[in-house]
């Protein structure tokens, strides 16, 4: 007697169970995108799958398309330009010759990809003022993507310049979008007085790896 009962007590919990998923089904009218954002599905009341729990291919406008890289977001506007700055991972200084080659790969996409406004390889990190360029089909490059190439290159040719392997870089990167009270000039000429900051030059323009669009600045002064 009591192994029925409770047999039948298991019985109607499975069906309360079955009911309340039912139940979930017919009700859910949201779906959570990856932002976290909720939005109206129209498909309740209809008798089909939530879509909570399906897949979905929706349009992603450019005002929302962020990327998550690990702990920090790399947020873009379109057609806005990013203050980028990303550090070594050692203490130890980079040689004159790894600046050479860092500066090289920064320069690399100018023009393709990105509109490099200027650019300063320090001993221990990089400043960039960039603002992404568009695709054949109009959306801005990824920042996240750009920064992993100029990043991933450079540290590929610095350890073969030193004939060493393993990670040149921290892994995240800070980069922050010009707001509308910022001046574009002021972030410019904080990379340009970087290495006079740090007193490594006494002008900006003896700096060897700086490099500042439509001037004659840096290795690259044929770039101009």
Sequence with gaps: MIRRRAHLNLASWLASVASL?????????VVTDQAGSRQSTGLEGRGQKCP?????????????????????????????ALFVTFRKLSMEAFSAQARDVILRHCLHDHGRKIRLHAAVVMPDHVHLLLTPLRDEQGWPYGVAAILKLIKGTSARSVNQ????????????????VLRSDESFAEKLEYIRQNPVRRGLVDRPEEYRWLWIEGERTGPERSMT
Excluded at 164 to 173: D, I, K, L, R, T
């Design 21 to 29: 998923r039912r139940m979930i089904h017919r009700n859910c009218s």
């Design 52 to 80: 909570r729990h399906t897949s979905t291919t929706r349009p992603i406008t450019l005002t929302r398309r962020y990327e998550y890289r690990r702990r920090l977001p790399h947020y873009q506007k379109a057609d806005r």
């Design 161 to 176: 310049l030193l004939r060493v392997s393993g990670p040149v870089w921290q892994e995240e990167s800070f980069d922050h």
